[in-house]
């Protein structure tokens, strides 16, 4: 499904990607900054894959899915658009397009996952995914303080091995997620990695695997517009982030 | 297929296909563009570049609503200056690969639009395109300049005395009477025309919100849809002048590509149909041009440009 809306046999019925409405049903506070939405709604989608989620009159911006049924996103409130988000509550409606973008492919026996802040969001719907067809999942999860962990229940909870890391150090290892993957890496050798989080982060990831030869993927945010791999306004390098991504079995080269 | 030849010269510029990446559709960098250039595009168009920046309208901009797409993007654009820097990257990386660069371009006044040629043409494009028909960029009456022959063949004028690189004026479908339109453009010294930009505007209301989803409320229609109207203007167009015309507008198919040829089109511009086809789009409407070309004996674009207006 790479040509999306492609059709031309005739008579066929219109199908538009609209948004499509759905209601909140759950709210869920996870850290001082970032609340789940449980919607009640469900797609096919596949982990890494995203939304745009629409509020009218405020904006339509760019979401992981968290879950797939019900569907589910985790906000970090860090401006006007995630803000209005936020004041959303059980019964209230929003939108979204989607399932957006190319997600992860799942290979290995044994995987783990590195996430940086809301870069979880994506990497809990491949955890469940992975935990699906069997795999052995180890989770590297890292903020700024122990407050702002996210998701570290739920990881466990799919049955995921965690390790956490803390910036100022009141939680788990002291350090960044990226020194707990350098250190995890070498004791375990996962068969691949999986890293969503900051741009700089990413590139540590990338750094760390490429040295050791272990294969990696990463998801990455640009600022978007279309969602649908027209306006080129999410190029990084020539590829479309939105619809070549958002995830890469490498990192651009320039990005 | 060797004996076939698709390339077509326009305003001395050679294309080795007919096929022309659009305004607005992934012409956001050199990267991006260099990317469309080897995915086999025979010509490509960056982004329209206006005076200043803008930051164009926020989202949603663009909507698939069933039979075609709904954009309201609003020119963004870091500004001519900028832009140069961009182009010139472009043309460095297009240069190897033998595509040409065609750098589009807009403003809010008649001499503005001499500013601003005289700013891009530092980057050497190929060709020149004078965006007139953007929905969003309006003279001072309201009206986009490609709604009145006058002020359509006053921009002409200004671009072509500010630069001695060739000009592809861009036209509106949204006009009484388009012919007048490319008359006054080929009078005002146009090298070409280029038609048509998007139709409308139109509005989708979604239903359930009970208001319109692009964030601009309207906004100009592309894809599928409009195909037969893009069809019927460069025809009239090309029953008018005698400049070369760029066909754009519903192409998805190598199909539609020789409905546009069979109207007068010199080439045709590729818009929507990254979107529902991909950038491989570029490579797919060359072989199916090929396919017809072989099956009905055309060995060039010659032999059948033009047939659906004789008679
Ligand atoms: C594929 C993808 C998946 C995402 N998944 C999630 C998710 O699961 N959860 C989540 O919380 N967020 C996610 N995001 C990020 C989310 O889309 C943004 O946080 C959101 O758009 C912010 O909107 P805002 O209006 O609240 O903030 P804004 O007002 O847009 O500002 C947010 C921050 O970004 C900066 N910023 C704004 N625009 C730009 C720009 N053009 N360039 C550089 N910096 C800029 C601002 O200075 C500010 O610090 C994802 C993004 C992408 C691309
Ligand atoms: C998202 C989008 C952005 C566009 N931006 C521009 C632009 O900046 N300048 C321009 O001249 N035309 C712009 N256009 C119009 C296209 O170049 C083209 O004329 C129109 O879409 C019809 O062709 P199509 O049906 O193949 O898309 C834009 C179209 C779309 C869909
Ligand atoms: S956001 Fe438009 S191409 Fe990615």
Redesign the pocket.
């Known amino acids: 499904m790479d040509t999306p809306g492609w059709r031309i046999s005739g008579g066929s019925p219109l199908r538009d990607r609209l948004p499509r409405v759905a209601t909140v049903a759950r709210v869920i506070p996870e850290t001082s900054k970032?609340t789940t939405f449980v919607l009640d709604a469900a797609i096919k989608a596949r982990p890494g894959q995203?939304l745009m989620v629409w509020l009218p009159g405020v904006?339509e911006?760019?979401?992981?899915?968290?879950c797939p049924d019900p569907l589910t996103?985790?906000?970090?409130?860090?401006?006007?658009?995630?803000?209005?988000?936020h004041r959303l509550v059980p019964g209230e409606r929003l939108w979204y397009r989607g399932a957006l973008?190319r997600g992860f492919r799942l290979s290995g026996r044994d995987i783990l996952l590195v996430a940086g802040g809301?870069?979880a969001?994506?990497l809990h719907f491949l955890a469940l995914a992975a935990r699906d067809s069997g795999m052995a999942v180890r989770v590297a999860l890292g903020a700024r303080a122990q407050e702002d962990l996210l998701f570290p229940g739920r990881f466990a909870g799919l049955g995921c091995r965690v390790w956490t890391c803390t910036e100022d150090g009141s939680f788990g290892e002291s350090g960044l997620v990226t020194d707990l993957l350098q250190s995890l890496a070498d004791q375990h050798r996962p068969g691949s990695v999986y890293a969503c989080g900051p741009q700089a982060m990413l590139q540590a990831v990338a750094g760390i695997c490429e040295a050791r030869g272990i294969p990696y993927q990463v998801?990455?945010?640009?600022?978007?517009r279309c969602g649908m791999g027209l306006c080129g306004s999410?190029a990084v390098a020539g590829r479309r982030?939105?619809r070549d991504?958002?995830v890469f079995s490498r990192l651009p080269p320039g990005s | 297929m060797s004996r076939l030849d698709l390339s077509v010269t326009i305003c001395g510029v050679l294309l080795k296909n007919p096929f022309v990446l659009a305004s607005g559709i992934l012409g956001t960098g050199a990267a991006i563009l260099e990317r469309v250039a080897r995915s086999g595009a025979g010509a490509v168009t960056a982004k329209s570049y206006g005076p200043g920046p803008r930051a164009g309208y926020p989202n949603p901009t663009v909507l698939d609503w069933g039979s075609g797409l709904i954009n309201a993007v609003g020119l963004p654009n870091p500004g001519v200056e900028v832009g140069v820097g961009e182009l010139l990257e472009t043309k460095e990386r297009l240069r190897p690969l033998g595509v040409p660069l065609i750098a589009s371009f807009f403003a809010d006044t008649v001499k503005g639009y001499g500013e601003v040629a005289r700013t891009i043409a530092q980057a050497g494009p190929d060709l020149l395109e004078i965006n007139i028909s953007c929905p969003n960029v309006e003279d001072e009456f309201g009206q986009p300049f490609a709604a009145d022959p006058r002020a359509a063949a006053q921009v002409t004028l200004e671009v072509k005395r500010a630069t001695s690189l060739p000009a592809i004026v861009k036209l509106s479908p949204n006009v009484a009477d388009i012919k007048a339109i490319a008359r006054a453009v080929e009078q005002a010294g146009a090298d070409a025309i280029s038609a048509i930009n998007t139709l409308g505007p139109g509005m989708v209301i979604d239903i359930e919100a009970g208001r319109p989803i692009l964030a601009h409320r309207v906004g100009g229609i592309s894809g599928p849809a409009i195909r037969p109207i893009a069809v019927r203007c460069v025809y009239d167009i090309c029953s008018a002048v005698s400049i070369p015309v760029i066909g754009i507008g519903g192409v998805l198919r190598g199909q539609d590509a020789v409905e546009m040829i069979m109207a007068g089109a010199s080439a045709v511009g590729i818009g929507s149909a990254v979107y529902y086809r991909g950038p491989g789009v570029f490579k797919r409407l060359e072989v199916e041009l090929s396919t017809y070309m072989e099956a009905h004996g055309y060995a060039r674009l010659a032999d059948f440009r033009g047939v659906a207006l004789e008679g």
């Open positions: 970032v995203f904006n911006k760019p979401f992981s899915i968290v996103i985790t906000v970090a409130n860090v401006g006007n658009f995630t803000a209005a988000l973008g809301y870069g969001a994506p998801s990455m945010e640009r600022y978007m999410c982030v939105c991504g958002p």
